[in-house]
C-alpha cells in the first residue's frame, strides 16, 4: 500500500472531456509586441528576446502560471543563428520551467499561423491542455553573408600548407568576394520560382488586371484604419522597453497617420521599374515584432476562468484550419484556396463569417484573393481553385488595417491575425471569424474562430 | 597520511580523491569546528604550525590547502579577536605570529597550492599568497581579497610584502589600498590566480598545479614597473590618489602603499617587521575602531529577518530611477522583477537604469555575459495590473502623493495572492496613513531605498501601527537578500536618515543666510569627512523635493525648523539642482561653480563654527530620535548614519561620534549656540550625561 501522500507526481494527466465529444483547443488570451520598423527601436533585440517579452506577458494576462504550460510552439521564419531553436531559447530565458518542451515551427510567412495549430493539434490529440504558442522575428537581425567564393578561399587559405601556396591563395581574392548578400532579400526570394516575394505579386497586378490606382487606395485604406484603431491595437501590444538605448516602443511605429494618395501615388515601383504597380507603399513593410497567444484544452480553459483570480473568459474556439499549396509564381492566392478549404471543414459559408483577415503581404495581392473568392479563378489557370464563393463585404475586412500599416514580421504575422481576430471578436460579440495570409513558396493557410 | 587528527581540530589531512595519478600530494583540509566559516585565530594556526611541520618530515611531494566549508575557503583573521587587541605590542606580537606561520607555506620544500573555493578574503588570501600556486573555482562566491584596509587596518600576515611579487606592484596597491574583492575572472587577469577551473575539477586542477610546480618553481617575473625610478613614481602616484580619495584622514590605505612598495626594496624579515608594526600601531588608530565598530554593527544588521524563498518575484510600481534600480538589483540577486507603470516612456529609461544595476551587481561573475542576459530576462514591464498574483513582494514607488499612492496600493492589493508582502518605498508619506487604504494593513510596511539604490547600502524598515512583526522580519529578510543593511525605524517625519540630515540642511542655509559661502559650508563638511557637502547633497536631491520635504519638518515641528527663503526663492526660479543644471551650484562640463549671487563668503563665520552649527543640530536630532524610540537603539543611528547618509566612517557613527567628543561638552556648547543664534540650538532635555 502506498501512502495516500506518497505518489509522485511524475505526469500531469490531461483533463478528458465527457465521452463522445472531442478535446477542443480554444484561445485563452494573448499579447504581442508593437511591431517595429527594421532597424529602429527594436533593433538591439533578438528574435528570441522578442518572443520571450510577449510569451511572459500573454502568461501574466491570462494569468496562467509558466509551470501550468505543456508545451511552447513558436514560429520564427529566419531562424537566428546564435539561437538554434529560438523557441526554446525564448521560452526558458522567459522563465518557463526546465521540463516543459518547445519547438520552432517554419513554415515561411504562416509560421505563426502554423504554431497556433499545432497547438491546436497537441491539444485535440491529447497531449496538451496548455499550449503557449505564436511567433518572433526580427528582421533587423537577419544576417548579412560571406558569398561562397569568399567561404571557398578562406578554406583553401587554411588548407594551404607552405607560405607561397598561402600566397597563391591570397592572390585569387577579389573584392567582390567581400560583397555581402543580405540574407532578408534572400529570405524574400523563392529559388524554386527565382521571383522575390514582390515580383509574384507584380504576376498578379498583370493576370488579373490590377490597376496602381486600386493597390494604393487599399493601401491608404489600411494606414486610415489602423489609424483609427490605435486605441484598440494598444489592447494587444505589450511596450517593449530597449535596455541598451532606454527607449521603448509603445505604438506599432511603421502605421502612417499622414498618408495620402498623392504620396502613394508618387513612389515609384519596387519590383519592376518600368511597368510595375507593387511599390514600397502598397507591400507590407519590414519590421520585428512577436505575439504569443495562450491556447487551450476548453475545459481546462473554463476551469481555469472559475477558479484563478484575474483568469479570463476564453475569447474564441478554434473551429478548424487548413492549409493549401498553389502556384509559387501566384503565392498571393494562397487565400483564395486555404481559406474554402477551412471552411468547408467547419460547414460554413463565406457569408457566415462576421470578420475577415487576409494578411496584406501587398495591396494587390489581397485585392487577386478578393476577386479571385468573388469571381472563380478567372483565367482558368490554376486547376483546383474553387467555384466563386462570393464577394466579401470590405466592412467586414481588414477591420483593424494590416500589414500595409503595421508591417509583416514574418514569423509573426499568423499568430498577430488569430489575435487580433479573436480580441475584435469578442469586442463586437460576433460569432465567427476567419483569418488567413498566403505564403511565400506558394502556399495559403486559414484559421476559423468562433465564439467560445 | 602522517597524523590522524583529534576530534576537534580544524586543519586535517584528507586522503586524495583523486586516485592514483596525485600520488604524493596531500590534501590540507581547513574545517573549523563549531563555525560556519573557517578563520585565522591564534588556535587555528598554531593548529596549521603543527600540520605544516607533518608536511615537513618528507614523505609528501605536494601541499595542497582547501577548505571543509561549502561555499568559502577562508573568511579571513577573527574580527573578534581583533577587536579584543588592546595595545600595539600586542597587535604586533598577533601579526608576527601569523606570519611567521604562514610563511612557513612558502619555505616547505615542497610545492604548496591554494584551492580557493568561495570567500578569500583577508587572512585567508594572505594565506593564499604564501602559497606557491593558487588556483580558484568558477563559482560566483569565489572572491578574493584584501578588505583589511575597510577597517582601517592593512594586511597583517605578509599580505603587503607578498602581493606586489605576485600582481605588481601597481595592482597591489590598487588591492590593499581600496580593499576591492575580486571574482576570479580578475584574480585571473591580474595574476593573483593561476588558473581557474569549475569547482569540480578544483583539486585535480590544484594537483596539476603542484606537479608542474615541482617540475619548474615559479619564479618572480621582472617588472618594467619594478625598476627603482618606475617604482618611486608609482607610488607616489598612489599616495596622491588615496590622499584625493581620503583627504589623509585615513592612514591604513598610506600605509598600505608604503608597505608594497617596502616589499620591493628591503629583506622579507625587514619588510614583515614593518608590516607588523605597522598593524599594530593602525589597529589602535581611533580611525581603526570607529571602522570596526561599523563593521561590527553591518555584521550584526546582516543577521536576522526572515529571507525569501530564491527565485520570487518581486512587484515594483512605478518605473522611476528608485523602482529600476530596486527591479536592477532583484534580478541580479536571481529574483524575478515586474515593473508597472502608466506610462509607456517612462519604461525605457528604468529599462537602462535596471540593466545599469544588474551590471554593477554581476561584474565579477564568472560567465558576466551569460548571467546579465539571464538577468535581464528575468525582468519584465508592464502598464498593467496582471501579472502579480506570485509576487512575494510589492514595492510601491510611485509619485509622493496619498491620493495616488491609496489607489496604487487599493488596486496592488486586489492583484497579489493573499501571501505577498505590501512595502512602500516613501520617503516623505506616513506608513500608518498609507496603510488606510488597505483591507491587511498588516502585511504592509514602508521599506524605504535611498538613491542610487545600487549604491546605497541601508534600507529603513518603517512598520506602522498595523505591521505585523512578521512583516517587519520578511521586510527585513528581503533588504538583506538585496544585499542591503536594514535599519528598523519608527514611522515619524522622516523616519531616521531624513530626519537627522533635515537639521544638518536647514542649518546650512541659516549659514548661507548669515553670510557663509556655498562653497564654505561644503568645504566645512567635507573637511569633517562627509562625502559630500549640505549644498551640492541638495543640488544631486533636487531642490523641489528638498523644499516640499523641509515643508513637510516645518509643519511637524515648528519650533525647530523652517523653510528657508532662499531654497524658496531657487525653487521659484526654477532652479532646481543637476536635474536643471542650475542650483546652488552651476552644472556644466568639468566641476560644479558655486552659482554667483548666490552667498559669496563675507568670511564672518570660523570653520568651527560652521562644522559645530551644522553637525551638533544634527546630533541633537539624534538624541530626541533616540529618545523618542524613532529608531531601537544608538548603534541603529551609527549603521544608519554611516550607511545611508555617509557620516564619515572612521568616525564610527554619529553616536560614536557623540560619545567620543563627550556629550557633556557637545551639549554645553549647543547651550553656548543657542545663546547666540537662537532657540533652534537649545539641547533637548534627553542627553546623555556621560
Same mark, same amino acid.
Given at each position: 500500500?502506498?501512502?495516500?501522500?506518497?505518489?509522485?507526481?511524475?505526469?500531469?494527466?490531461?483533463?478528458?472531456?465527457? *465521452?463522445?465529444?472531442?478535446?477542443?483547443?480554444?484561445?485563452?488570451?494573448?499579447?504581442?509586441?508593437?511591431?517595429?520598423?527594421?532597424?529602429?527601436?527594436?533593433?538591439?533585440?533578438?528574435?528570441?528576446?522578442?518572443?520571450?517579452?510577449?510569451?511572459?506577458?500573454?502568461?501574466?494576462?491570462?494569468?496562467?502560471?509558466?509551470?501550468?504550460?505543456?508545451?511552447?510552439?513558436?514560429?520564427?521564419?529566419?531562424?537566428?543563428?546564435?539561437?538554434?531553436?529560438?523557441?526554446?531559447?525564448?521560452?526558458?530565458?522567459?522563465?518557463?520551467?526546465?521540463?516543459?518542451?518547445?519547438?520552432?515551427?517554419?513554415?515561411?510567412?504562416?509560421?505563426?499561423?502554423?504554431?497556433?495549430?499545432?497547438?491546436?493539434?497537441?491539444?485535440?490529440?491529447?497531449?496538451?491542455?496548455?499550449?503557449?504558442?505564436?511567433?518572433?522575428?526580427?528582421?533587423?537581425?537577419?544576417?548579412?553573408?560571406?558569398?561562397?567564393?569568399?567561404?571557398?578561399?578562406?578554406?583553401?587559405? =587554411?588548407?594551404? *600548407?607552405?607560405?607561397?601556396?598561402?600566397?597563391?591563395?591570397?592572390?585569387?581574392?577579389?573584392? $567582390?568576394?567581400?560583397?555581402?548578400?543580405?540574407?532578408?532579400?534572400?529570405?524574400?526570394?523563392?529559388?524554386?520560382?527565382?521571383?522575390?516575394?514582390?515580383?509574384? #505579386?507584380? &504576376?498578379?497586378?498583370?493576370?488579373?488586371?490590377?490597376?496602381?490606382?486600386?493597390?494604393?487606395?487599399?493601401?491608404?485604406?489600411?494606414?486610415?484604419?489602423?489609424?483609427?484603431?490605435?486605441?484598440?491595437?494598444?489592447?494587444?501590444?505589450?511596450?517593449?522597453?530597449?535596455?541598451?538605448?532606454?527607449?521603448? =516602443?509603445?505604438?506599432?511605429?511603421? &502605421?502612417?497617420?499622414?498618408?495620402?494618395?498623392?504620396?502613394?501615388?508618387?513612389?515609384?515601383?519596387?519590383?519592376?521599374?518600368?511597368?510595375?504597380?507593387?511599390?514600397?507603399?502598397?507591400?507590407?513593410?519590414?519590421?520585428?515584432?512577436?505575439?504569443?497567444?495562450?491556447?487551450?484544452?476548453?475545459?481546462?480553459?473554463?476551469?481555469?476562468?472559475?477558479?484563478?483570480?484575474? #483568469?479570463?473568459?476564453?475569447?474564441?474556439?478554434?473551429?478548424?484550419?487548413?492549409?493549401?499549396?498553389?502556384?509559387?509564381?501566384?503565392?498571393?492566392?494562397?487565400? #483564395?484556396?486555404?481559406?474554402?478549404? $477551412?471552411? #468547408?471543414?467547419?460547414?460554413?459559408?463565406?457569408?457566415?463569417?462576421?470578420?475577415?483577415?487576409?494578411?496584406?503581404?501587398?495591396?494587390?495581392?489581397?485585392?487577386?484573393?478578393?476577386?479571385?473568392?468573388?469571381?472563380?479563378?478567372?483565367?482558368?489557370?490554376? $486547376?483546383?481553385?474553387?467555384?466563386?464563393?462570393?464577394? &466579401?463585404?470590405?466592412?467586414?475586412?481588414?477591420?483593424?488595417?494590416?500589414?500595409?500599416?503595421?508591417?509583416?514580421?514574418?514569423?509573426?504575422?499568423?499568430?498577430?491575425?488569430?489575435?487580433?481576430?479573436?480580441?475584435?471578436?469578442?469586442?463586437?460579440?460576433?460569432?465567427?471569424?476567419?483569418?488567413?495570409?498566403?505564403?511565400?513558396?506558394?502556399?495559403?493557410?486559414?484559421?476559423?474562430?468562433?465564439?467560445? | 597520511?602522517?597524523?590522524?587528527?583529534?576530534?576537534?581540530?580544524?586543519?586535517?589531512?584528507?586522503?586524495?580523491?583523486?586516485?592514483?595519478?596525485?600520488?604524493?600530494?596531500?590534501?590540507?583540509?581547513?574545517?573549523?569546528?563549531?563555525?560556519?566559516?573557517?578563520?585565522?585565530?591564534?588556535?587555528?594556526?598554531?593548529?596549521?604550525?603543527?600540520?605544516?611541520?607533518?608536511? %615537513?618530515?618528507?614523505?609528501?611531494?605536494?601541499?595542497?590547502?582547501?577548505?571543509?566549508?561549502?561555499?568559502?575557503?577562508?573568511?579571513?583573521?577573527?574580527?573578534?579577536?581583533?577587536?579584543?587587541?588592546?595595545?600595539?605590542?600586542?597587535?604586533?606580537?598577533?601579526?608576527?605570529?601569523?606570519?611567521?606561520?604562514?610563511?612557513?607555506?612558502?619555505?616547505?620544500?615542497?610545492?604548496?597550492?591554494?584551492?580557493?573555493?568561495?570567500?578569500?578574503?583577508?587572512?585567508?588570501?594572505?594565506?593564499?599568497?604564501?602559497?606557491?600556486?593558487?588556483?580558484?573555482?568558477?563559482?560566483?562566491?569565489?572572491?578574493?581579497?584584501?578588505?583589511?584596509?575597510?577597517?582601517?587596518?592593512?594586511?597583517?600576515?605578509?599580505?603587503?610584502?607578498?602581493?606586489?611579487?605576485?600582481?605588481?606592484?601597481?595592482?597591489?596597491?590598487?588591492?590593499?589600498?581600496?580593499?576591492?574583492?575580486?571574482?576570479? /575572472?580578475?584574480?585571473?587577469?591580474?595574476?593573483?590566480?593561476?588558473?581557474?577551473?569549475?569547482?569540480?575539477?578544483?583539486?585535480?586542477?590544484?594537483?596539476?598545479?603542484?606537479?608542474?610546480?615541482?617540475?619548474?618553481?615559479?619564479?618572480?617575473?621582472?617588472?618594467?614597473?619594478?625598476?627603482?625610478?618606475?617604482?618611486?613614481?608609482?607610488?607616489?602616484?598612489?599616495?596622491?590618489?588615496?590622499?584625493?580619495?581620503?583627504?589623509?584622514?585615513?592612514?591604513?590605505?598610506?600605509?598600505?602603499?608604503?608597505?608594497?612598495?617596502?616589499?620591493?626594496?628591503?629583506?622579507?624579515?625587514?619588510?614583515?617587521?614593518?608590516?607588523?608594526?605597522?598593524?599594530?600601531?593602525?589597529?589602535?588608530?581611533?580611525?581603526?575602531?570607529?571602522?570596526?565598530?561599523?563593521?561590527?554593527?553591518?555584521?550584526?544588521?546582516?543577521?536576522?529577518?526572515?529571507?525569501?524563498?530564491?527565485?520570487?518575484?518581486?512587484?515594483?510600481?512605478?518605473?522611476?530611477? @528608485?523602482?529600476?534600480?530596486?527591479?536592477?538589483?532583484?534580478?541580479?540577486?536571481?529574483?524575478?522583477?515586474?515593473?508597472?507603470?502608466?506610462?509607456?516612456?517612462?519604461?525605457?529609461?528604468?529599462?537602462?537604469?535596471?540593466?545599469?544595476?544588474?551590471?554593477?551587481?554581476?561584474?565579477?561573475?564568472?560567465?558576466?555575459?551569460?548571467?546579465?542576459?539571464?538577468?535581464?530576462?528575468?525582468?519584465?514591464?508592464?502598464?498593467?495590473?496582471?501579472?502579480?498574483?506570485?509576487?512575494?513582494?510589492?514595492?510601491?514607488?510611485?509619485?509622493?502623493?496619498?491620493?495616488?499612492?491609496?489607489?496604487?496600493? /487599493?488596486?496592488?492589493?486586489?492583484?497579489?495572492?493573499?501571501?505577498?508582502?505590501?512595502?512602500?518605498?516613501?520617503?516623505?508619506?506616513?506608513?500608518?496613513?498609507?496603510?488606510?487604504?488597505?483591507?491587511?494593513?498588516?502585511?504592509?510596511?514602508?521599506?524605504?531605498?535611498?538613491?542610487?539604490?545600487?549604491?546605497?547600502?541601508?534600507?529603513?524598515?518603517?512598520?506602522?501601527?498595523?505591521?505585523?512583526?512578521?512583516?517587519?522580519?520578511?521586510?527585513?529578510?528581503?533588504?538583506?537578500?538585496?544585499?542591503?543593511?536594514?535599519?528598523?525605524?519608527?514611522?515619524?517625519?522622516?523616519?531616521?536618515?531624513?530626519?537627522?540630515? @533635515?537639521?544638518?540642511?536647514?542649518?546650512?542655509?541659516?549659514?548661507?543666510?548669515?553670510?557663509?559661502?556655498?562653497?564654505?559650508?561644503? %568645504?566645512?563638511?567635507?573637511?569633517?569627512? @562627509?562625502?559630500?557637502?549640505?549644498?551640492?547633497?541638495?543640488?544631486?536631491?533636487?531642490?523641489?523635493?528638498?523644499?516640499?520635504?523641509?515643508?513637510?519638518?516645518?509643519?511637524?515641528?515648528?519650533?525647530?525648523?523652517?523653510?528657508?527663503?532662499?531654497?524658496?526663492?531657487?525653487?521659484?526660479?526654477?532652479?532646481?539642482?543637476?536635474?536643471?543644471?542650475?542650483?546652488?551650484?552651476?552644472?556644466?562640463?568639468?566641476?560644479?561653480?558655486?552659482?554667483?549671487?548666490?552667498?559669496?563668503?563675507?568670511?564672518?563665520?570660523?570653520?568651527?563654527?560652521?562644522?559645530?552649527?551644522?553637525?551638533?543640530?544634527?546630533?541633537?536630532?539624534?538624541?530626541?530620535?533616540?529618545?523618542?524610540?524613532?529608531?531601537?537603539?544608538?548603534?541603529?543611528?551609527?549603521?544608519?548614519?554611516?550607511?545611508?547618509?555617509?557620516?564619515?566612517?572612521?568616525?564610527?557613527?554619529?553616536?560614536?561620534?557623540?560619545?567620543?567628543?563627550?556629550?557633556?561638552?557637545?551639549?554645553?556648547?549647543?547651550?553656548?549656540?543657542?545663546?547666540?543664534?537662537?532657540?533652534?540650538?537649545?539641547?533637548?532635555?534627553?542627553?546623555?550625561?556621560?
Amino acid at each position: 500500500m502506498t501512502p495516500a501522500g506518497g505518489r509522485k507526481k511524475t505526469a500531469r494527466r490531461r483533463s478528458t472531456p465527457a *465521452k463522445g465529444s472531442v478535446r477542443e483547443a480554444v484561445v485563452v488570451g494573448g499579447c504581442r509586441t508593437p511591431f517595429g520598423r527594421a532597424g529602429g527601436v527594436l533593433e538591439p533585440l533578438a528574435a528570441h528576446d522578442l518572443g520571450r517579452l510577449a510569451m511572459v506577458e500573454a502568461l501574466a494576462r491570462c494569468a496562467v502560471d509558466p509551470g501550468e504550460v505543456d508545451h511552447v510552439v513558436m514560429g520564427c521564419a529566419g531562424m537566428p543563428s546564435d539561437a538554434a531553436n529560438p523557441a526554446r531559447v525564448a521560452a526558458l530565458l522567459g522563465g518557463l520551467p526546465q521540463r516543459v518542451p518547445a519547438y520552432t515551427v517554419q513554415r515561411n510567412c504562416a509560421s505563426g499561423m502554423e504554431a497556433v495549430a499545432q497547438a491546436e493539434l497537441l491539444i485535440r490529440s491529447g497531449r496538451a491542455d496548455v499550449v503557449l504558442c505564436g511567433g518572433m522575428e526580427s528582421m533587423s537581425r537577419y544576417p548579412a553573408e560571406f558569398p561562397r567564393s569568399f567561404r571557398l578561399k578562406v578554406a583553401s587559405l =587554411l588548407r594551404a *600548407k607552405t607560405p607561397w601556396a598561402r600566397l597563391g591563395v591570397l592572390a585569387g581574392f577579389r573584392p $567582390a568576394d567581400l560583397r555581402p548578400e543580405w540574407g532578408l532579400q534572400k529570405g524574400l526570394s523563392d529559388p524554386s520560382c527565382g521571383l522575390n516575394m514582390g515580383e509574384t #505579386a507584380e &504576376v498578379l497586378a498583370r493576370e488579373l488586371g490590377i490597376s496602381r490606382e486600386e493597390q494604393d487606395a487599399f493601401a491608404l485604406r489600411s494606414h486610415e484604419r489602423a489609424v483609427a484603431a490605435s486605441d484598440r491595437l494598444a489592447e494587444e501590444i505589450v511596450p517593449v522597453p530597449v535596455a541598451d538605448t532606454g527607449r521603448v =516602443l509603445g505604438r506599432d511605429d511603421a &502605421v502612417r497617420p499622414e498618408q495620402s494618395l498623392e504620396q502613394l501615388a508618387r513612389l515609384r515601383p519596387a519590383f519592376d521599374r518600368r511597368h510595375g504597380s507593387v511599390t514600397a507603399g502598397n507591400a507590407c513593410g519590414i519590421t520585428d515584432g512577436a505575439c504569443a497567444l495562450v491556447v487551450a484544452e476548453r475545459g481546462w480553459a473554463e476551469r481555469h476562468a472559475a477558479r484563478r483570480r484575474g #483568469a479570463p473568459q476564453p475569447l474564441a474556439r478554434v473551429a478548424a484550419w487548413s492549409v493549401a499549396g498553389v502556384d509559387p509564381r501566384r503565392m498571393g492566392l494562397g487565400p #483564395a484556396r486555404a481559406l474554402p478549404m $477551412a471552411l #468547408a471543414e467547419a460547414s460554413w459559408s463565406l457569408a457566415d463569417v462576421d470578420l475577415l483577415e487576409i494578411n496584406e503581404a501587398f495591396a494587390a495581392q489581397v485585392l487577386a484573393v478578393l476577386r479571385v473568392l468573388e469571381e472563380g479563378d478567372l483565367l482558368q489557370r490554376h $486547376a483546383g481553385l474553387p467555384e466563386a464563393l462570393g464577394a &466579401v463585404d470590405p466592412s467586414r475586412l481588414n477591420v483593424n488595417g494590416g500589414a500595409i500599416a503595421l508591417g509583416h514580421p514574418v514569423g509573426v504575422s499568423g499568430a498577430r491575425l488569430v489575435l487580433t481576430l479573436a480580441l475584435e471578436m469578442r469586442r463586437r460579440g460576433v460569432a465567427r471569424g476567419a483569418a488567413t495570409l498566403c505564403v511565400g513558396g506558394g502556399q495559403g493557410m486559414a484559421v476559423l474562430l468562433e465564439a467560445p | 597520511m602522517t597524523a590522524a587528527s583529534g576530534g576537534g581540530s580544524a586543519w586535517t589531512w584528507v586522503p586524495s580523491a583523486l586516485g592514483a595519478p596525485d600520488e604524493g600530494v596531500a590534501f590540507l583540509r581547513f574545517d573549523q569546528p563549531d563555525s560556519p566559516v573557517n578563520l585565522l585565530s591564534e588556535a587555528t594556526l598554531s593548529e596549521l604550525a603543527l600540520r605544516l611541520d607533518e608536511a %615537513a618530515t618528507g614523505e609528501h611531494r605536494a601541499v595542497v590547502v582547501t577548505s571543509g566549508k561549502e561555499e568559502s575557503f577562508i573568511a579571513g583573521a577573527d574580527v573578534d579577536a581583533i577587536l579584543a587587541v588592546d595595545s600595539v605590542r600586542e597587535g604586533v606580537r598577533a601579526s608576527a605570529l601569523g606570519q611567521d606561520v604562514l610563511r612557513r607555506l612558502s619555505t616547505l620544500g615542497i610545492p604548496t597550492v591554494a584551492a580557493i573555493h568561495g570567500a578569500c578574503v583577508g587572512g585567508g588570501a594572505e594565506l593564499a599568497c604564501w602559497c606557491d600556486g593558487r588556483v580558484a573555482s568558477t563559482s560566483d562566491r569565489t572572491r578574493i581579497g584584501f578588505p583589511e584596509v575597510r577597517l582601517g587596518i592593512v594586511p597583517g600576515f605578509g599580505g603587503t610584502q607578498t602581493l606586489p611579487g605576485l600582481v605588481g606592484l601597481p595592482q597591489a596597491i590598487g588591492l590593499a589600498t581600496t580593499g576591492r574583492l575580486l571574482g576570479p /575572472r580578475a584574480a585571473r587577469r591580474i595574476g593573483l590566480v593561476d588558473s581557474v577551473v569549475h569547482v569540480d575539477h578544483l583539486l585535480a586542477e590544484a594537483a596539476r598545479r603542484a606537479r608542474e610546480l615541482e617540475r619548474s618553481p615559479s619564479r618572480s617575473r621582472r617588472r618594467f614597473v619594478h625598476l627603482p625610478g618606475v617604482r618611486a613614481a608609482v607610488t607616489a602616484v598612489a599616495r596622491r590618489r588615496v590622499l584625493a580619495r581620503a583627504g589623509g584622514r585615513y592612514p591604513a590605505p598610506l600605509e598600505a602603499v608604503r608597505l608594497c612598495r617596502l616589499a620591493l626594496e628591503v629583506e622579507p624579515a625587514r619588510g614583515l617587521a614593518e608590516e607588523a608594526r605597522a598593524l599594530g600601531r593602525l589597529l589602535q588608530s581611533p580611525t581603526a575602531r570607529g571602522l570596526l565598530h561599523v563593521f561590527d554593527l553591518t555584521r550584526t544588521a546582516k543577521r536576522g529577518g526572515s529571507p525569501p524563498p530564491p527565485d520570487s518575484l518581486v512587484g515594483v510600481l512605478g518605473a522611476g530611477v @528608485m523602482g529600476a534600480g530596486i527591479a536592477g538589483i532583484a534580478v541580479a540577486k536571481g529574483h524575478r522583477a515586474r515593473v508597472k507603470d502608466v506610462q509607456a516612456e517612462a519604461l525605457g529609461p528604468a529599462a537602462r537604469t535596471a540593466a545599469r544595476a544588474i551590471q554593477r551587481g554581476l561584474r565579477q561573475a564568472w560567465d558576466r555575459d551569460v548571467a546579465t542576459r539571464r538577468a535581464l530576462s528575468r525582468l519584465s514591464f508592464t502598464l498593467r495590473p496582471e501579472g502579480f498574483q506570485r509576487a512575494d513582494l510589492v514595492v510601491e514607488a510611485v509619485v509622493e502623493r496619498l491620493d495616488v499612492k491609496h489607489a496604487v496600493l /487599493r488596486e496592488v492589493e486586489a492583484a497579489v495572492g493573499d501571501a505577498c508582502l505590501l512595502a512602500t518605498n516613501t520617503s516623505s508619506l506616513s506608513v500608518g496613513e498609507l496603510a488606510a487604504c488597505l483591507e491587511h494593513p498588516e502585511r504592509f510596511v514602508g521599506l524605504h531605498f535611498f538613491n542610487p539604490v545600487p549604491r546605497m547600502p541601508l534600507v529603513e524598515v518603517v512598520p506602522g501601527p498595523a505591521t505585523s512583526e512578521d512583516t517587519v522580519r520578511r521586510a527585513a529578510g528581503w533588504a538583506i537578500a538585496l544585499g542591503k543593511h536594514p535599519v528598523v525605524v519608527a514611522d515619524a517625519p522622516g523616519f531616521l536618515v531624513n530626519r537627522l540630515l @533635515m537639521p544638518y540642511l536647514a542649518e546650512a542655509f541659516e549659514l548661507l543666510e548669515g553670510g557663509a559661502g556655498v562653497a564654505e559650508v561644503d %568645504a566645512a563638511a567635507e573637511a569633517f569627512g @562627509m562625502p559630500m557637502g549640505p549644498f551640492r547633497l541638495l543640488d544631486e536631491v533636487g531642490l523641489d523635493v528638498a523644499r516640499h520635504v523641509s515643508e513637510t519638518f516645518a509643519a511637524a515641528f515648528p519650533t525647530r525648523f523652517r523653510t528657508s527663503d532662499v531654497l524658496a526663492r531657487l525653487v521659484d526660479g526654477g532652479r532646481l539642482g543637476r536635474k536643471t543644471r542650475r542650483g546652488l551650484y552651476r552644472h556644466g562640463r568639468g566641476a560644479a561653480r558655486p552659482d554667483h549671487g548666490l552667498g559669496r563668503s563675507r568670511g564672518r563665520i570660523r570653520d568651527g563654527e560652521i562644522r559645530d552649527r551644522l553637525f551638533l543640530r544634527m546630533a541633537d536630532e539624534a538624541v530626541r530620535c533616540l529618545a523618542e524610540g524613532t529608531c531601537r537603539s544608538a548603534d541603529d543611528i551609527d549603521l544608519a548614519t554611516v550607511m545611508g547618509m555617509g557620516f564619515p566612517p572612521f568616525r564610527g557613527g554619529l553616536w560614536r561620534h557623540v560619545k567620543t567628543e563627550g556629550p557633556r561638552e557637545l551639549r554645553a556648547r549647543l547651550e553656548g549656540l543657542a545663546e547666540r543664534h537662537g532657540e533652534r540650538f537649545r539641547p533637548c532635555a534627553a542627553w546623555p550625561e556621560g
